[in-house]
C-alpha cells in the first residue's frame, strides 16, 4: 500500500527504513521524504512506523 503519494513511499519502504533503524518521523522524512509535500500521508506514515517498531 502506498502511505505517501506525493512522493510514492509505501508500506514496505517504511518497513525497511525501520529495519535500518529509523525511529522518528524526522528520520523517516529525512531517509523518504515522507510527508515533505501535502503532508495528509503524515499521521499514517506515524502509524504504520508505530506498528513496525511494536511488532519487533
Ligand atoms: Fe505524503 Fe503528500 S501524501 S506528502
Given at each position: 500500500m502506498i502511505v505517501c503519494v506525493c512522493n510514492n513511499v509505501s508500506e514496505k519502504k517504511i518497513h525497511q527504513a525501520v529495519a535500518m533503524g529509523v525511529t522518528t518521523m524526522s528520520e523517516l522524512r529525512e531517509q523518504l521524504?515522507?510527508?515533505?509535500?501535502?503532508?495528509?500521508c503524515a499521521g499514517c506514515a506515524r502509524k504504520v512506523m508505530r506498528e513496525c517498531m511494536d511488532s519487533n
Open positions: 521524504d515522507v510527508g515533505t509535500c501535502c503532508g495528509k
